[in-house]
């Protein structure tokens, strides 16, 4: 069967940006059927709507009304006039996780988790990897999971690109090795890893092959930035009814009399071992949590 490496416990296929000063925006957020809900108050505000976006997307969290859906904040970065608000505001609010641009170095990791010291303590901490210093720095920035609130990177393919003066084509080979990165420092420290977004909302076909892409790199998700572009990532990042039925095959071989206390055993033409049942169990799992079971 194919391997999805990229499942986790929790759904992350479809990780939607909304803008905080967009109030119907926000309104339509708790309808649509993305895993996650990022309120941002950065690039999708204006310098002067900054302090209103942060008050819109506390009162939207603490008000509710978004089902089990995931809900974060991407807050301005600490070099900004709003940043230390932002993440006042954030710790004090009902948000799952707190999204950080631009972070940079593992010292980065650590002045915002100092910020957080008087938050929740199931309040996340996830860092936009979107700086040629952050991939450079990526594992050392990765272990800080260990004493903080890390606990997922969002790649932000746009900025990467730009700071390098590359030229991605649909394919985004010039940015594969940088993605591949993201994912191994990600899996090496247990963090969840978002892919970045794509600019292409209209051709959901062109979408779509990305989304495809991501998930065969091992991304647990992807950022997207219009509402069209939900149903297809939750596609691409979820097991399709062929892997599921391959899962349950595998699983039920290995349990099998026959096959008791066997480290591997012959199926569907192949040697296949206990990691492989492990596998399918955890898409199994995750199937389920989807509603595809």
């Known amino acids: 069967m194919t391997t999805r490496p990229h499942l986790t416990d929790r759904p992350r296929r479809s990780a939607l940006f909304m803008p905080a000063s967009n109030a119907r925006a926000i309104e339509k957020a708790r309808t649509i059927p993305a895993d996650t809900i990022i309120l941002d108050l950065e690039d999708a505000v204006a310098p002067e709507a900054k302090d209103a976006a942060r008050d819109a997307a506390v009162a939207a969290i603490n008000a509710g009304g978004f089902g089990d859906r995931e809900l974060v904040i991407r807050v301005n970065g600490l070099d900004t006039p709003w940043g230390a608000a932002d993440l006042a505001a954030v710790a004090g609010s009902a948000a799952d996780a707190v999204l950080v641009p631009k972070v940079a170095a593992p010292q980065d990791i650590d002045a915002v988790d100092a910020l957080l010291v008087g938050a929740a303590p199931g309040l996340a901490l996830w860092a936009m990897v979107e700086t040629c210093g952050a991939f450079l720095r990526l594992d050392a920035i990765a272990a800080r999971v260990t004493d903080t609130r890390l606990a997922a990177f969002v790649v932000g393919t746009n900025d990467l690109a730009r700071e390098m003066r590359a030229y991605p084509a649909a394919d985004r080979a010039t940015l594969l090795p940088m993605l591949t990165t993201a994912v191994m420092a990600a899996r090496a420290h247990g963090l969840a890893v978002l892919d970045g977004v794509c600019n292409e909302f209209r051709d959901l076909a062109v979408f779509a092959a990305e989304a495809a892409q991501g998930a065969a790199l091992g991304f647990d998700g992807k950022s997207l930035i219009h509402p ?21 095959a595998l699983v039920a071989a290995f349990a099998a009399p026959e096959n008791a206390g066997k480290g591997a055993i012959r199926h569907a033409g192949r040697m296949v071992e206990l990691l492989h049942r492990d596998e399918a169990l955890r898409l199994l799992a995750f199937a389920a949590r989807v509603g595809l079971d």
């Open 228 to 248: 069209d572009q939900v149903a297809p990532a939750n596609t691409a990042y979820a097991p399709s009814p062929a892997e599921i039925a391959e899962a349950q």
